[in-house]
């Protein structure tokens, strides 16, 4: 079954410093990975994906994220954080072309302090 | 480009009543549209799978009677509650994936229902 991680519930960070955000993933076949960005009472924005090639993923507002097979990993990072960067961000997986079903992780709250 | 509304954005209904929430794909056709439940401080649960022209597939523990899903057209999807009552209230999301994309799902504002 797939399955998704975010190991941590809140992630503090000072404002232009660089920020990562942790995601595990559980797939029985290839995964297709992705970032969401979610505000107070919005839906969710897309951030960024990964599907196939390149490990490093680049992606809105700066963000990229870095795909590791051996570690079943796709932690979202930016290099200088902003104030606005303060939201609710979601990984999400999808078990190759076998589903169309997103599976979301719990969530991890970015506090970027000025 | 890619956009998904919603409607209402917000509801307040009373208990035993139905609310129907409408999802729109505004400028790309949807062959299918998703629907989710987002309880306070957690992740999306996913409810159903709707497809144009077929029943929605319902995921494990959603009551289908209780939440009716119809997806008459390419760029329409509506999800009724049913006989609502004070623990449907939540924020529903729904997200529709572009007819011949088959990665990205594009997601709605979201509808806050709280009933009464």
């Known amino acids: 079954a797939q399955s998704v991680a975010q190991p941590e519930d809140q992630v503090n960070v000072a404002e232009g410093n660089p920020l990562t955000v942790k995601c595990t993933y559980s797939?029985?076949?290839?995964?297709?990975l992705f970032w969401y960005v979610q505000y107070p009472n919005r839906g969710l924005q897309f951030l960024l994906k990964?599907?196939?090639?390149?490990?490093l993923v680049k992606g809105s507002y700066g963000f990229e994220a870095e795909f590791n097979k051996s570690q079943t990993s796709f932690h979202l990072k930016k290099p200088s954080a902003l104030v606005s960067d303060s939201a609710l961000y979601f990984c999400?997986?999808?078990?190759?072309?076998?589903?169309?079903?997103?599976?979301f992780g719990s969530g991890t709250r970015l506090l970027v302090r000025p | 480009g890619a956009v998904v509304s919603q409607h209402p954005s917000w509801v307040i209904c009373k208990s035993g009543t139905s609310v129907k929430i409408e999802c729109r794909s505004l400028?790309?056709?949807?062959?299918?549209m998703f629907w989710y439940r987002q309880f306070p401080k957690q992740s999306l649960m996913l409810m159903a799978t709707s497809n144009e022209g077929s029943k929605a597939t319902y995921e494990q523990g959603v009551e289908k009677d209780k939440f009716l899903i119809n997806h008459a057209s390419l760029t329409l999807s509506t999800l009724t509650v049913t006989s609502a009552h004070p623990e449907d209230s939540s924020f529903y999301i729904c997200s529709a994936q572009l007819a011949g994309d088959a990665y990205e799902q594009y997601f709605g504002p979201g509808t806050r229902l709280t009933v009464t």
């Open positions: 999400a997986v999808r078990d190759g072309d076998s589903s169309y079903k997103l599976i």
């Open positions: 400028d790309f056709q949807a062959t299918t």
């Open positions: 797939v029985s076949g290839n995964p297709y």
């Open positions: 990964y599907i196939t090639g390149d490990n």
